[in-house]
């Protein structure tokens, strides 16, 4: 399994080499590389980040301001040339400190330190998870019983979210991120703003779209590598 990890240095030389130290590391993919903590919150609010690899000193919000801000922060390596940041940034449940220059060994390991923690973390997740196989939703005036397993795809419609059944469709009063967030995440993907699609639902990728049971859902640019990659996995057989 890719991390899927974010770039935050105003610094471009500094963002060049963590980009190539990522390219030699099979299990990390950089979704994209930021100047600042600003750009940065476009793409977390967007889709899944599982790792930031965060600059301290940046203009208009520092990395560490900016990791306060974040309710809900991925996985965070801090990198900084100043040394003298450690003891706050583990205060914050950092995975790991870099000093700059940032050498590939000293890289590969914190990266593999993440990446042990972020499996971890998975697994306990889907344990819980696991225990239960349906939720309820409050739709058209009464509480409603759904199955992973029955859905096929969530369509957001700005507060809304229609849940498409095989038989129906249930409209309930929630952000399509909420329910990204309470939804098993194994069996559940994000692939473009407006829509969340049921993995095993999944009949074909064709261009830009998913195929599921009956329906087409498109596929946002931005996210068609990873997406493709996570419904795919190891199970591409090539010639």
Same mark, same amino acid.
């Not at 509480?143 to 992973?148: C, T």
């Given at each position: ?14 963002? #060049?080499?963590? &980009? ?8 990390? +993919?950089? =979704? /994209? *590389? ?78 593999? #330190?993440?990446? &042990? ?8 997740? +889907?344990? =819980? /998870? *696991? ?109």
């Amino acid at each position: 399994m890719k991390l899927k990890c974010l770039i935050i240095d105003d610094e471009p030389f500094a963002r #060049k080499g963590l &980009e190539e130290h990522m390219q030699e590391i099979d299990f990390l +993919h950089c =979704v /994209a *590389s930021c100047e600042n903590a600003l750009k940065a919150s476009s793409y977390l609010n967007e889709q899944k980040i599982d790792l930031i690899y965060l600059d301290i000193h940046m203009p208009k919000i520092n990395g560490i301001d900016f990791l306060k801000s974040l309710k809900n922060p991925p996985l965070v390596i801090l990198t900084t040339a100043y040394s003298n940041y450690a003891l706050e940034g583990y205060t914050l449940d950092v995975i790991d400190y870099l000093v700059k220059p940032i050498t590939f060994e000293r890289f590969l390991k914190a990266s593999q #330190k993440a990446s &042990e923690y972020f499996q971890l973390k998975t697994r306990a997740e +889907h344990s =819980v /998870a *696991s225990a239960v196989d349906y939720f309820f939703v409050r739709s058209d005036r009464k509480f409603e019983k759904v199955f992973f397993r029955e859905v096929s795809y969530v369509e957001g419609l700005q507060n809304y979210a229609v849940i498409h059944l095989p038989d129906r469709k249930l409209i309930t009063y929630i952000t399509l991120t909420s329910l990204e967030n309470q939804l098993p995440k194994d069996q559940f993907l994000k692939v473009h703003k407006s829509f969340l699609i049921s993995v095993p639902h999944v009949k074909a990728i064709e261009g830009d779209e998913i195929i599921l049971d009956n329906a087409r859902v498109p596929i946002s640019r931005n996210l068609k590598d990873q997406v493709v990659q996570q419904i795919l996995g190891n199970s591409l057989y090539k010639r």
